[in-house]
């Protein structure tokens, strides 16, 4: 009985981070990927494509591509198994169209929280527009659209990174999306600046807004955030709900040990979420602290289980749809994380 990987990410997905280009977004594996580095817009789409057809050969022939082993999104299938989506198949036999793009190659940010391994390095704050250290994203997502390979009908976008409304190519982005009738942004901001982009943005396309609070009140944010913009951010959530045309809002809240792990804290979060008339809300935990050692095992504080269980329980009460990372849940089931 023949076997085979898949991933729908090798497949049809787009990450650009600030290190690398690739088409892998799981935190704790690179995937096949080339250096930022690499010179020219022109050269890095080429590349691009090259390892993206090359780990396609290799999941066909059961083979996992560089750096996916362990991976939970590299999923094995067996050809005559019911569980394996036709789809699957299809794209593997063909050059896929790209339906998912994950943006992160930059790092500047307006505000500094805590758990934030890049501003526990620099310890930098920016307010003013910048280019990113490392590559202009515009010519090269400009390219794949010249080659006629995104997905116009289904394409999702997700802005990550640092601050969004500090990246100078911001605006030149979200149009050449939306021009092209996007199906979907995704904006992961910490609410700091409002941006007009988002808003002209919802009268054309579905767009999303995710903001890590962390906390539901004053005195927890500043903790954590270190900056006093806690009013700032609620008023301009309340803005982006009044203003945006086509909407999901979700607020995120970061477990962290001794600084809002109880249920206190995430009951001031549910309200702050309905008072900003939230869609949904997320609980995840400080991945950094994860990190910090790859290759040893870090377990789930045990507290933390009750607290995402009062966590839902809760938020279904408040019909504030609470959700959980497929990723994190992953690690919840496990116990661990390395």
């Not at 396609?56 to 198994?81: F, Q, T």
């Not at 941006?195 to 890590?212: G, H, L, R, Y």
């Not at 270190?226 to 607020?251: G, H």
């Not at 792990?261 to 001031?268: I, Q, V």
Request: net charge negative; glycine share 4%; charged share 30%.
């Amino acid at each position: 009985m023949k076997k085979i990987y898949n991933c729908d990410f090798l497949n049809t997905s787009l990450h650009f981070l600030s290190n690398n280009l690739r088409f892998c977004c799981a935190p704790a594996h690179d995937g096949p990927n080339i250096d930022s580095r690499y010179p020219g817009a022109k050269n890095i789409f080429t590349a691009l494509m090259k390892i993206r057809q090359q780990a396609v050969n290799e999941m066909k022939e059961h083979i996992a591509p560089k750096k996916c082993e362990g991976c939970i999104y590299l999923k094995e299938y067996d050809l005559d198994s019911p569980l394996l989506c036709v789809d699957n198949i299809e794209r593997q036999d063909s050059e896929p169209l790209i339906s998912n793009i994950i943006i992160n190659h930059f790092q500047q940010c307006d505000c500094y929280c805590i758990y934030c391994p890049i501003q526990m390095t620099t310890k930098m704050i920016v307010t003013e527009p910048q280019k990113s250290d490392y590559y202009d994203l515009y010519p090269i997502i400009k390219q794949f659209y010249k080659e006629k390979l995104i997905d116009k009908e289904n394409l999702k976008v997700e802005f990550q990174g640092g601050s969004i409304g500090v990246l100078k190519e911001f605006a030149d982005l979200v149009n050449i999306f939306v021009e092209n009738g996007v199906k979907e942004i995704k904006f992961f901001t910490n609410g700091i600046k409002f941006m007009p982009e988002i808003v002209e943005a919802s009268e054309k396309t579905k767009v999303v807004i995710i903001t890590s609070i962390d906390a539901g009140t004053r005195e927890t944010f500043k903790r954590i955030k270190i900056l006093d913009k806690f009013d700032i951010v609620v008023e301009n959530l309340r803005q982006y709900r009044a203003k945006c045309k086509n909407i999901e809002m979700y607020t995120k809240f970061v477990l962290m040990e001794k600084i809002n792990d109880s249920k206190e804290e995430l009951n001031n979060f549910l309200k702050l979420s309905q008072l900003v008339d939230a869609d949904k809300v997320q609980l995840d935990f400080d991945y950094n602290k994860f990190m910090n050692s790859k290759g040893v095992r870090n377990y789930v504080p045990e507290h933390f289980y009750e607290l995402f269980e009062y966590f839902k329980e809760q938020g279904n009460l408040l019909n504030l749809n609470p959700f959980i990372w497929e990723y994190t849940q992953q690690v919840l089931d496990k116990g661990y994380f390395e």
